[in-house]
């Protein structure tokens, strides 16, 4: 008999030898962090990362151990000073959140716990489905629906058009493929929808050719009219009008589509209803603001972000489906390894692997609960209007400023405006960059009826009028200091001629 012979070596666990040492550097770590939220204020927002830091980040791969504490040195010199800056109330660009305390605590217990929420009987995945049912009643979706955590709105978006091409082509198009009827589908969004709805309609295979872009009015909302035309024009010559993507606060300026509208359409055409509401479908949670989303109750599905507006910590992207087993149908597949049983660790019928692409999946659940829980909904409502309040204020100070002028109506959270300048484009993009690099606000911009225009998006729970009267200064400042160069350039270019 050949002798059994345990392996040799020391212990290979990764647990430390000492836990009281581990325990003493994380309670610093832990502090730190805490001091870095609350003293937030005393930092710039954001600052250009020099050369040397970012060579930090270029070292071979480490065959050797290190200390822990050597480690945590060169994440606090190096990583965060160095952050995009969305914990400072002076970050207004892109549709950054700005997190909280709670919920990088509920990060930590989450990554100790080390759930992956795949599947299985396990309390976390109970943490995900009250979750799915609180955003049922947020919207008044049926029992039925279904719903689950994904990175952000973008993949939420593929997924409701990944839902929404199996609901038309049937389930034996997953493995037939799309076929000649996939080749008729066609989709509509409008002008002003996010990017990431056409590169759904291109990843899912139904090319972004058959996504018709419907014109808007001036107040970016899709033209309901033009859309029924489009639709109408599209049957007619042989296609298959099969989804909707309606905007709850676009990208550019936060506009919301007339979703009752939108919604009757679909209803009388049977076509697929979703909304990408990534930062405005919370707006749910204000009453105030709640009667402008009127109408989302009835998409067929609803993508949002909780990292937004919601400020839980990044990633918390959301899909709802209205219909649980449209859902499941699009993504749900049998396999000995994940068979599911009526007792046991494999219990449980439905698990969220059966509702997305994705298999291993962390607890986005959690850090989302405690935001729920401890804030409750209507201070984040309160949050929420608050920050369309403050972008009110912004927009009067900008019609009080002679030297700026605003680009697009305010109607959410988000204000476009510039300073008025000649060659206003190259001007105005020079002054949101000497705004983020002066580290006092971080705006960033876009693009509205060809004109560059400085985008704020206010999202973040701390930000407050104080903010915005700085970035309104530093605007009026960065644009003065420019235009008297521009003049000291044209004296100069004077001089040198009658010279
Ligand atoms: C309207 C809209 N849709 C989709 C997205 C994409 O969301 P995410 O960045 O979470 O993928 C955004 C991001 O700002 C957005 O504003």
Not at 200 to 215: K, P
Not at 365 to 370: E, G, H, I, R
Not at 462 to 474: N, Y
Request: glycine share 10%; proline share 5%.
């Amino acid at each position: 008999m050949t002798e059994v012979r345990p392996p040799a070596g020391a212990s290979a666990t990764l647990d430390p030898q000492d836990w009281d040492e581990l325990r003493a550097q994380g309670h610093r770590m832990l502090d730190d962090m805490i001091d870095y939220i609350a003293t937030i204020r005393e930092r710039p927002v954001w600052q250009p990362i020099p050369d040397s830091v970012r060579a930090q980040f270029r070292q071979p791969l480490p065959r050797a151990p290190s200390d822990l504490a050597d480690a945590y040195r060169d994440f606090t010199d190096f990583v965060v000073p160095y952050t995009t800056g969305n914990v400072h109330p002076g970050f207004m660009g892109w549709v950054h959140g700005g997190g909280s305390a709670v919920g990088m605590l509920a990060e930590m217990l989450a990554a100790g716990l080390n759930a992956n929420l795949g599947g299985r009987d396990h309390m976390p995945i109970e943490v995900e489905r009250q979750i799915v049912d609180w955003t049922r009643q947020m919207f008044g979706f049926p029992a039925t629906a279904s719903g689950i955590f994904v990175t952000g709105t973008s993949m939420a978006n593929l997924m409701a058009v990944l839902v929404a091409r199996t609901a038309a082509l049937g389930k034996p198009s997953r493995q037939g493929g799309i076929g000649e009827a996939g080749a008729a589908l066609t989709a509509y969004t409008s002008k002003a929808a996010h990017g990431c709805i056409t590169r759904a309609m291109e990843i899912a295979g139904l090319g972004s050719n058959a996504l018709r872009s419907i014109a808007v009015d001036a107040s970016h909302r899709i033209d309901v009219a033009a859309l029924r035309a489009a639709i109408a024009r599209d049957r007619a010559a042989g296609r298959d009008p099969f989804l909707v993507v309606a905007s709850a606060g676009t990208v550019d300026i936060g506009a919301i589509d007339d979703l009752q509208a939108v919604a009757e359409l679909c209803r009388e055409e049977d076509i697929w209803f979703h909304v990408d509401g990534a930062f405005g479908a919370l707006a749910i949670l204000s009453d105030q603001l709640a009667p402008r989303l009127a109408g989302i109750q009835a998409a067929d599905s609803i993508a949002l972000d909780f990292h937004k507006w919601g400020q839980v910590p990044y990633d918390a992207g959301f899909l709802m489906v209205r219909d649980g087993d449209k859902h499941r149908d699009a993504f749900a597949s049998p396999a000995a390894y994940l068979r599911r049983e009526t007792r046991g660790l494999a219990a449980g019928a439905e698990w969220p692997c059966d509702l997305g692409p994705d298999l291993s999946r962390g607890f986005r659940a959690l850090k989302t609960w405690f935001t729920l829980k401890t804030f409750g909904t209507d201070r984040l409502g309160a949050v929420v209007e608050r920050s369309c309040a403050l972008a009110r204020y912004l927009e009067t100070r900008i019609k009080a400023e002679p030297q700026l002028e605003l680009l697009a109506p305010v109607q959410l959270n988000i204000v476009c405006f510039r300073y008025r300048a000649e060659e206003a484009d190259k001007v105005n993009g020079e002054i949101v960059v000497n705004l983020q690099e002066s580290g006092i606000a971080a705006p960033s911009t876009t693009v509205l009826n060809g004109a560059l225009a400085i985008r704020a998006a206010i999202v973040n729970h701390r930000t407050d009028v104080g903010d915005i009267d700085r970035l309104v200064s530093a605007v009026l400042e960065f644009g003065a200091r420019r235009a008297s160069q521009a003049r000291g350039q044209i004296g100069k270019a004077g001089q040198s001629i009658a010279v």
